[in-house]
C-alpha cells in the first residue's frame, strides 16, 4: 500500500480531505500539522510548531519522514508550511514525490507582503512535483511565479462532502449569513455597514437579520461597530459553529454574503450554492468561475456598492419562480463541478 503523509493545518478543510484519502482505502495515510487531530487519533501524526522562526521544524519534519519512508507527501498550503516541510524533504536520501495545494491567500497576497515572503513562495512552488489550486485565476497566478520553471499545474476543488437535496425556496426565512473569518481580507464591517445602511433607509423590513458566524481577531470589534450603528439588535453574533450548526444556517438563509479583498473557490460558497443561498459577492476572478452577476447571484462590483447589490437579492428572493430558477441552478452545477466524491477521485489521481 503506496505511504502519504499529508501535511497540513488542524482545519475543517483538512480534515474533510484526510477523511476522503481515507475512505479510499487505498493508501497508508500519515500526517504532519500544527496540532493532532482528535479525529484521527488512530494515525500516526507529528504536532510541529510551523512558525517561520521555528529553527526546529526541519529537524523534526526530517527525522519523522525519513522514520515513514513515503512515498507521496501531500503539503497544503505554500507557506510556512511548504517551506519547512520541502528543506526537510532535501535531507533524504530518498526524495518521495510532492503534491502541493495552495489555498488562495497564500499566491495571492503573501508574495505581496515583502520580498522575501514573494521568495519563499516561489521556491514552495518551484520545489514541489505537481501544484493543484481552486481556481483558474490562481493557476495563472502560479505560473507567474513559477516564472521560467515549469511544473505541473492542477485547477481542482475539495468540492461539498455531502450535496443536499433540492431545496425548496418556500422553507427559507428572512437570513442573511454571513460565515467568513473576522480578520480584516473577510471585510465583516462593511457587510454591517450595508445592513445598517438598508435598515436606516427603510428599504428592508423588519424581520430580516443578519447572521454573524465565525470568529476572529476583530470579533470584538464587529459587535462594537454593530452597536455604534444601532443595529446590533438585528444581528445575531453566533460564533464557531459545527459543520451541522452550520448547515441548519444555509438552509435557512434566503442570501449568504461574502466579500473579502482576496480568495480563492471557497467552500462556503459552495456549501451555500449547494443549499440555496443568493449569493452576494465581492468582484474577485475566483468567484466570478462560478457567479455571474445578475444570472446566479450578485457581485458587487465596488465593495461601496455592497447595499445595493443585497437589495437586488433580496427582491429577487421575493419572487418565488424566478429565485427557484436560481436554486435549481447553482444545485445542479455544484452536482457537477463540486461534488466532493468525485473531486477527492481527482486528488486520487495524481497521487
Known amino acids: 500500500m503506496k505511504k502519504v503523509v499529508i501535511v497540513g493545518s488542524n482545519s475543517i478543510h483538512c480534515q474533510r480531505y484526510i477523511a476522503g484519502v481515507i475512505a479510499t482505502g487505498e493508501f497508508d495515510v500519515s500526517l504532519i500539522s500544527n496540532q493532532k487531530m482528535s479525529e484521527f487519533a488512530n494515525l500516526s501524526c507529528l ?7 521555528n529553527f526546529n521544524a526541519v529537524k523534526q519534519i526530517h527525522a519523522y519522514l525519513k522514520s515513514i519512508q513515503p512515498d507521496v507527501v501531500h503539503i497544503h498550503q505554500a507557506n510556512s508550511y511548504a517551506w519547512h516541510t520541502l528543506r526537510a ?42 501544484i493543484t489550486s481552486d481556481s483558474l485565476f490562481m493557476s495563472a497566478q502560479i505560473a507567474v511565479l513559477l516564472g521560467k520553471v515549469s ?10 462532502q455531502n450535496l443536499p437535496a433540492l431545496i425548496d425556496v418556500t422553507s427559507k426565512h428572512k437570513i442573511i449569513l454571513s460565515n467568513r473569518l473576522h480578520k480584516p ?7 454591517i455597514q450595508a445592513f445598517a445602511t438598508l435598515i436606516k433607509n427603510n428599504l428592508i423590513d423588519t424581520e430580516y437579520r443578519l447572521v454573524i458566524a465565525g470568529s ?19 444581528i445575531d453574533f453566533v460564533g464557531m459553529l459545527s459543520y451541522r450548526e452550520l448547515v441548519e444556517f444555509y438552509q435557512q438563509a434566503q442570501l449568504f454574503i461574502s466579500v473579502p479583498e482576496s480568495d480563492g473557490t471557497s467552500s462556503s460558497l459552495l456549501e451555500a450554492l449547494a443549499y440555496g443561498c443568493i449569493p452576494v459577492l465581492s468582484n474577485l476572478p475566483a468567484n466570478l468561475e462560478w457567479v455571474l452577476d445578475q444570472v446566479n447571484g450578485f457581485i458587487a462590483p465596488e465593495v461601496g456598492q455592497l447595499q445595493q447589490q443585497i437589495l437586488a437579492a433580496i427582491q429577487l428572493s421575493q419572487n418565488i419562480v424566478e429565485y427557484q430558477k436560481l436554486v435549481n441552478f447553482n444545485h445542479q452545477m455544484i452536482l457537477e463541478k463540486a461534488s466532493f466524491s468525485h473531486n477527492i477521485r481527482k486528488f486520487i489521481e495524481l497521487y
Open 47 to 53: 504536532e510541529v510548531n510551523f512558525a517561520l522562526r
Open 89 to 130: 524533504l532535501r535531507k533524504l536520501t530518498r526524495s518521495p514525490k510532492v503534491v502541493l495545494t495552495t489555498w488562495g491567500s497564500d499566491v495571492l497576497i503573501l508574495p505581496k507582503q515583502s520580498k522575501l515572503m514573494r521568495r519563499m513562495v516561489e521556491y514552495n512552488l518551484r520545489h514541489s512535483d505537481l
Open 151 to 160: 511544473r505541473p499545474i492542477h485547477t481542482l476543488n475539495f468540492g461539498m
Open 185 to 191: 481580507l473577510y471585510r465583516v464591517d462593511k457587510i
Open 216 to 234: 476572529g481577531d476583530e470579533s470584538a470589534n464587529l459587535e462594537q461597530l454593530a452597536q455604534d450603528l444601532s443595529v446590533k439588535s438585528r
